[in-house]
């Protein structure tokens, strides 16, 4: 069933559809409130860019909770319309959640803990009264999400408008189930506490727990905009190296909708198109090896859009898991998590100085797995230098 938010104040016209903060393939009308908004009023902030699609964000699942609070309710908005969802949601959970407060609902929102269809809602999202609302029910640990911690991060970059971060393997982007605290969200705001003026503390989009290179963090309002249309506009550009099982031995485009894997939920999966979300991924090999006798390639991938998963997805669709993604089957031993780095980022600078760039090498344990595959260095960096076709 599909939700009918509010027109976003201050949007650009869409035409493209922004995701995961503002992300290719998402509405700018799905957003949620910043961090400012969850003080002890819970007051969601205003002006443009005070929301966020959900298409790259994290998937949030449901956390053990209580046994006097349900882990996910159901209701019905049919008395609801024409409600804000958050103003609806205060009146429609009295009772059934207790102590549920206005502040801790906005917290939820900010979690992605309302949904219908499968999609996050914004506290300003209008209801039409046809809606299935779905809310999760998080723990008390959420209630401290957005709170500063001395996270560290690599700062490759840092101005008025941008950050530029190489996140390293094992850090957590924004606050889930699990990982309350100690995310870079969390780090973001002890670094740099005026980002607790921005939503998500200006985060645009993510990467992996254990996918390692670069992002931007928008720093300003300004920033948030115009990275967020240049995501919508497929005018950004992110590219990674991943070393996948199996010989490939020309380019690719994967065109397949990924959606939730109805088997595992920790998981995501190719699905049909009226159950997932549309994600595309451009795949070229860069250099072919072994390992324990298979062959393996180093391949660079760009994305079209920006799917949770979506290259560990498309390959291990395609016959070609990860390296080291235990997640979707690839290969153990010649590295302890997804062989999947963030290495290449450009966008147009927001603040008019034209298009900026930068490049992560691949950290330590990649280019270790990358030698013992066999695959020359040298010539794997000459090839990535090429233009795309």
């Known amino acids: 069933m599909r939700c009918r938010p509010a027109a976003p104040r201050g949007a650009a016209p869409d035409g493209g559809r922004p995701s995961g903060g503002f992300v290719s393939g998402a ?24 929301e966020f699609s959900d298409d790259d964000a994290l998937d949030i699942e449901p956390s053990p909770a209580p046994q006097d609070e349900p882990s996910l309710i159901e209701i019905s908005a049919s ?36 949904s219908c269809a499968q999609r996050a809602l914004a506290p300003s999202t209008r209801l039409a009264g046809f809606e299935t609302l779905q809310v999760r029910v998080l723990p008390r640990e959420a209630d401290q999400a957005f709170k500063p911690d001395p996270v560290p991060l ?29 995310t870079l969200l969390n780090g973001l705001l002890h670094h740099r506490p005026a980002q607790a003026l921005l939503p998500r503390a200006g985060i645009v989009h993510r990467l992996d727990k254990d996918t390692t290179g670069l992002m931007v963090v928008a720093t300003s309002e300004r920033a948030l905009a115009v990275l967020g249309a240049q995501l919508a506009d497929r ?42 979300k549309a994600a595309r991924t451009h795949v070229r090999p860069l250099a072919t090896g072994h390992w324990r006798g298979l062959p393996v390639t180093l391949v660079e991938c760009r994305l079209e859009t920006g799917r949770t998963h979506q290259i560990r997805v498309h390959l291990q669709h395609e016959g070609h898991a990860l390296l080291g993604d235990a997640l979707y089957a690839g290969s153990p031993g010649v590295i302890a998590r997804q062989a999947l780095h963030a290495w290449r980022l450009a966008f147009a600078h927001p ?10 090498e691949p950290p330590g344990d990649l280019n270790d797995a990358i030698q013992a595959c066999g695959i020359d260095p040298l010539a794997w960096r000459e090839k990535a230098d090429r233009p795309w076709n």
């Open 27 to 50: 509405d700018y009308s799905h957003r949620v409130p910043s961090v400012s908004a969850l003080g002890s009023e819970g007051r969601a902030a205003r002006g443009a860019g005070d």
């Open 235 to 276: 005018s950004m550009s992110r590219r990674y190296l991943a070393l996948a099982g199996g010989a490939i031995g020309g380019p690719m485009t994967v065109d397949a909708p990924i959606g939730r894997d109805p088997r595992v939920r920790t998981r995501m999966a190719v699905v049909d198109p009226g159950i997932g």
């Open 154 to 182: 690599v700062i490759v970059h840092e101005d008025d408008d941008v950050l530029v971060i190489d996140k390293q393997a094992g850090l957590v982007v924004h606050p889930a189930a699990g990982h309350w605290r100690g």
């Open 79 to 114: 008395a609801g319309v024409g409600q804000r969802v958050d103003r609806f949601l205060a009146e429609a959970l009295a009772g059934r959640v207790p102590g549920l407060s206005r502040t801790r609902l906005q917290q939820w929102l900010a979690l992605g803990a309302v």
């Open 351 to 360: 603040d008019g100085s034209g298009q900026k760039a930068w490049r992560a």
